[in-house]
């Protein structure tokens, strides 16, 4: 498999993350997966938003969690973009997708629409949280999944078996060469993030992985200079 260059939030780095402009624009800009993130509204929507609440990147506040996906919708997402829900991500972009349950509540809701749609190929399902990652397992066997980590040790290849994860995507800063080669040997990808900088490019493909995280569409394009 190729070197993958997944584009986090979209492109977070130049546009509002998590909206349809930012993964409109990953796509463009050639990367060859998008993550997004997941939780629950009020009325059971699956919306794609990093944090629990709004605070940060609407012009609104308050958990989503009690809002309706009507009342979410009237907030500004940055550059007047609204907040999208997964389905609307489906339809808008072409590429792979990697599914990050934020609220272990989004897993059976994730389950049903990538069962109903035909999409186990096409989408990933990540998550922090083993549970999520377990619970979608069982919903819909078929599903591919990886386990995020971000304080890990060698535990983290153990966790993600357990699970029936096949990817870990864990924070660079902390990932070895003896790790990455224990998770490989063990039939698991591994990618690392979030990868900005070029010395970051130059330590990922040093390390062996199978592929970065990034906000940037400047890595997208060094990619083939690191080979």
């Known amino acids: 498999m190729s070197f993958l260059t997944i584009g986090h939030r979209g492109l977070m780095g130049v546009e509002p993350e998590n909206t349809l402009r930012s993964f ?3 796509e463009r800009e050639g990367v060859d997966a998008i993550e ?5 509204s009020k009325d059971g929507a699956l919306v794609v938003m990093h944090d ?10 308050g958990p989503i969690a ?31 997708l990697q599914a990050e349950i934020k609220d272990v ?20 399902v990540i998550s922090f949280h083993d549970e999520a990652l377990a619970a979608v ?38 990932l070895t060469l003896e790790l990455v080669e224990r998770a490989h ?11 900005n900088t070029h ?9 062996g992985l199978d592929g970065v995280v990034t906000d940037r569409p400047e890595i997208r394009r060094a990619v083939r200079f690191t080979a």
Not at 36 to 40: G, N, S, V, Y
């Open 24 to 26: 409109v624009r990953a």
């Open 36 to 40: 997004l993130d997941l939780h629950l």
């Open 52 to 61: 629990p609440d709004v605070d940060r990147t609407t012009d609104g506040a």
């Open 66 to 96: 009690e809002r309706t996906l009507a009342e979410l919708r009237e907030l500004d997402a940055g550059r007047g973009e609204r907040i999208p829900v997964f389905e609307e991500v489906v339809e808008a972009v072409r590429l792979p």
């Open 105 to 124: 509540a989004a897993a059976q809701a994730l389950a049903e629409v990538v069962g109903a749609r035909d999409l186990t190929g096409r989408v990933e």
């Open 137 to 174: 397992r069982g919903a819909l066997p078929g599903a591919r999944t990886g386990l995020v980590a971000e304080h890990y040790g060698a535990e983290v290849i153990e966790r993600a078996k357990a699970v029936g994860a096949e990817l870990v995507s864990l924070d660079i800063r902390r």
């Open 185 to 195: 040997a063990a039939g698991l990808r591994v990618l690392g993030w979030t990868v």
């Open 199 to 207: 010395d970051h490019l130059r330590l990922a493909r040093g390390l």
